[in-house]
T-cell receptor, first 113, second 111 residues
Framework: NAGVTQTPKFRVLKTGQSMTLLCAQD?????MYWYRQDPGMGLRLIHY???????AKGEVPDGYNVSRLKKQNFLLGLESAAPSQTSVYFC????????????FGDGTRLSIL | ELKVEQNPLFLSMQEGKNYTIYCNYS?????LYWYRQDPGKSLESLFV?????AVKQEGRLMASLDTKARLSTLHITAAVHDLSATYFC???????????FGEGTQLTVNP
């Protein structure tokens, strides 16, 4: 049982390049989330989805886009990477029940030069 | 807008000592979560607290929730080095599906 899998684990980009981070979960969870983690700031929600085909903005959505074409996958896109987007990105999923916590992937460490 | 504040942000303690981490949140919430994160690793769920007065314990960690005071605590009893990690609390608004995280408490347990 893999849980939540993030691809890639590390990436270095140049300013202006684009890329897509992939999150896959095998727990049949309805809800999926993308966070970024920066030193001293905890986790901040970028975008989230409450079901296949749905997406919604979180706390820091600017510069990112997402898609949830399949229930098990949640993609995070950076259209034109900026140094301010250097961060660790975590994907999480949950069944949407309040007695069940979110399950997190191992993270993607992204550096923008 | 829900805001979550933890204190202290940094905690250095000796093995065998007790201490408490505090988590305050700003608006009504009936669900509070505690996570642990080791350096360079993912977040691991520790506790889910869903009602006023809820108390949960696992080993040397005990979490509680006071919804009237909008306060959750994570109490560490007789700390050991293996508890060194960053601990996050996160609250969710009653009618929402989003978690708001605190900044995290970096705990170091010294021999």
């Amino acid at each position: 049982n893999a849980g939540v899998t993030q691809t890639p684990k590390f990436r270095v980009l140049k300013t202006g390049q684009s890329m897509t981070l992939l999150c896959a979960q095998d727990m049949n969870h309805e809800y999926m989330y993308w966070y970024r983690q920066d030193p001293g700031m905890g986790l901040r929600l970028i975008h989230y989805s409450v079901g296949e085909g749905t997406t919604a903005k979180g706390e820091v959505p600017d510069g990112y886009n997402v898609s949830r074409l399949k229930k098990q996958n949640f993609l995070l896109g950076l259209e034109s990477a900026a140094p301010s987007q250097t961060s660790v990105y975590f994907c999480a999923s949950s069944p949407g029940r309040k007695d069940q916590p979110q399950h997190f992937g191992d993270g993607t460490r992204l550096s923008i030069l | 807008e829900l805001k979550v504040e933890q204190n202290p942000l940094f905690l250095s303690m000796q093995e065998g000592k007790n201490y408490t981490i505090y988590c305050n949140y700003s608006t009504t919430s009936d669900r509070l979560y505690w996570y642990r994160q080791d350096p360079g690793k993912s977040l691991e769920s520790l506790f889910v607290l869903l009602s006023n007065g809820a108390v949960k314990q696992e080993g040397r960690l005990m979490a509680s929730l006071d919804t009237k005071a909008r306060l959750s605590t994570l109490h560490i009893t007789a700390a050991v080095h293996d508890l060194s990690a960053t601990y996050f609390c996160a609250a969710q608004e009653t009618s929402g599906s989003r978690l708001t995280f605190g900044e995290g408490t970096q705990l170091t347990v010294n021999p």
